[in-house]
């Protein structure tokens, strides 16, 4: 048994049926449930249930609590402007501190925290950096503080940030931005930032696992040696199995691919930490079955590791100058292998053919967001970000509509926020504040109608998102966060007010 088992560890079969008769509506129901007894009495009971779906449902009803269905924080229609909406929020989003429960599945938060909401019933790792920036403007600093803390303390048990705070996230991670989580509260006590800056050390050594004796043209755990022998990394799980959360949709993805299981099995999980799950990013003919995110060198992901590099590489450390040259050899990997020069923005890398891909994606502005471009890459992808990706209601994901979340026509706070930091950063001051004001405007006028804040918005047609493997959801860290953010600083009066 695995040190932190996860529901499918304790509960195999049990599990499976569950969740490929589809028992619960949604597969997260289960995997957070509470086992009123013994995991092992329970199983011991289970092997000999009568057949048949009411049994089963009889069966989770006596030997578990289930979690509610829905959160009820954010579904309650606001009369309020959106902005008073978003500062009293954060008091329905915020949970005291967690500990652990035998035979659950989440993982202990020893500090205050603020959730995402409604099926996100835990901390995320990227959505609180975004969740963060609503809280620092409104005041909310031990809140924020108890985030960082709590990912700290994720650091140094797991040795990185899991995806979530629960057992079935521990094998992957996302988009990496503690470090910027580190920069925006700027805790300059020498004991505090000592910890975390040992925490984004370790963090980095865990994405780095592996590679420093990579031959050329192999790949080590979220490590990829390029044939030239310059090195970039990728998304990566250690399971090969479906993702407890998701196990029945996972199953039938993989019974659809003509492929190994496991191979697609572990493509998924690399889907999901990457933050973009999923996408016509990781998939080969367009269709969830040709997913393939390990074969694939992400631009945001190299990029955030670049900016973490760079600012391990600006503290007082002893190893600062390590970090400084880690960092300058990524520039150059990114330069070489991940910018395109004919389309003028950058892109992900194919590893498996060691050609670029070339599709133009909203993750073409994280490079400007850590600063990693030079001035002239950075205006060469604001002339093709104004062109191509600006959508009446903000920037779009991608230019492919292929009915999964993170395809166009859905536009994402954290991704608005990217384009507009690293916009702003090259001087393009103006395309950052039109970006900021349609995803304002989109943000705002739904909530005129609807008197709610959505996880993801239709940005063609400004409205609520659709596609993926659930509905929208309601509360949300940070469409909260960024929307209060770009009202704030941009002094800006959205749709409805």
């Known amino acids: 048994m695995r040190p932190d088992p996860s529901p ?26 509470l086992p009123k007894r013994p995991v092992a009495e329970i199983m011991r009971d289970f092997a000999g249930l009568a057949p048949g779906d009411d049994a089963l449902r009889a069966f989770i009803a006596d030997n578990f609590d289930l979690p509610a269905t829905t959160e009820t924080a954010g579904r309650t229609a606001s009369a309020q402007p959106v902005r008073a909406r978003i500062g009293a929020m954060w008091k329905e989003l915020a949970r005291a501190p967690d500990d652990l429960v035998t035979g659950g599945s989440a993982l202990p938060v020893q500090h ?57 996230y521990l ?10 989580m580190v920069e925006l509260l700027d805790d300059r006590r020498p004991d505090v930032a000592a ?29 990829a040696r390029l044939a030239d022998g310059r090195l970039l990394n990728r998304y990566w799980d250690p399971r090969d199995t479906p993702r407890d959360e998701s196990w029945r949709e996972d199953v039938a993805t993989a019974a659809k691919s ?59 450390d002893a190893e ?70 600006l959508a009446p209601g903000g920037l779009r994901t991608t230019l492919v509509e292929t009915g999964e979340q993170w395809d166009r026509p859905n536009g994402w706070a954290p991704l608005q926020w990217i384009g507009v930091a690293g916009l702003k950063r090259y001087g393009h001051d103006a395309l950052a504040l039109d970006i900021a004001s349609r995803w304002v405007d ?40 960024v929307t209060a953010d770009f009202i704030d600083g941009y002094a800006l009066l959205p749709s409805g007010k």
């Open 171 to 180: 094998g992957r991670s996302q988009p990496p931005l503690f470090h910027m």
């Open 8 to 33: 499918a560890d304790l509960f195999g079969p049990l599990l499976a049926k569950v969740q490929e008769r589809a028992i619960l509506p949604d597969g997260k129901t289960f995997v957070d449930a």
């Open 112 to 168: 205050r925290h603020v959730v995402p909401g409604g099926r996100f019933r835990e901390i995320y790792y990227w959505d609180s950096f975004f969740t963060m920036l609503g809280l620092v403007r409104d005041g909310e600093l031990e809140l924020a503080n108890g985030i960082v803390d709590a990912m700290t303390d994720l650091i140094e048990a797991h040795g990185h940030v899991p995806n979530g705070t629960r057992t079935y």
């Open 320 to 389: 600062a100058g390590r970090y400084a040259r880690l960092a300058e050899q990524r520039r150059d990997a990114m330069n070489r292998h991940l910018w395109d020069a004919e389309g003028g923005y950058f892109a992900d890398h194919d590893i498996d053919s060691g050609a670029l891909r070339t599709p133009l994606t909203a993750a073409a502005l994280a490079p400007l967001a850590v600063g990693a471009a030079t001035q002239e890459q950075a205006d060469s992808t604001a002339r093709v970000v104004a062109s191509h990706l």
């Open 258 to 316: 003509g492929r190994p299981a496991g191979e697609v099995y572990r493509d998924l999980r690399a889907g999901a930490e990457s933050g973009w799950d999923f996408s016509s990013r990781w998939l080969g003919d367009g269709t969830l079955a040709s997913i393939r995110t390990t074969a694939i060198a992400p631009v945001d992901l190299n990029a955030f590791l670049f900016g973490l590099e760079t600012a391990i590489a600006a503290s007082p």
């Open 442 to 481: 989109t943000v705002g006028a739904t909530f005129a109608r609807t008197g709610l804040l959505f996880e993801k918005y239709d940005i063609e047609a400004a409205t609520v998102g659709s596609g993926g493997e659930y509905e929208a959801q309601i509360g949300f860290g940070w469409t909260n966060g």
């Open 195 to 223: 910890r975390r800056l040992s925490a984004m050390k370790r963090e980095h050594g865990w994405w780095m696992a592996g590679t420093d004796e990579l031959a050329p043209g192999r790949c080590a755990a979220r490590g």
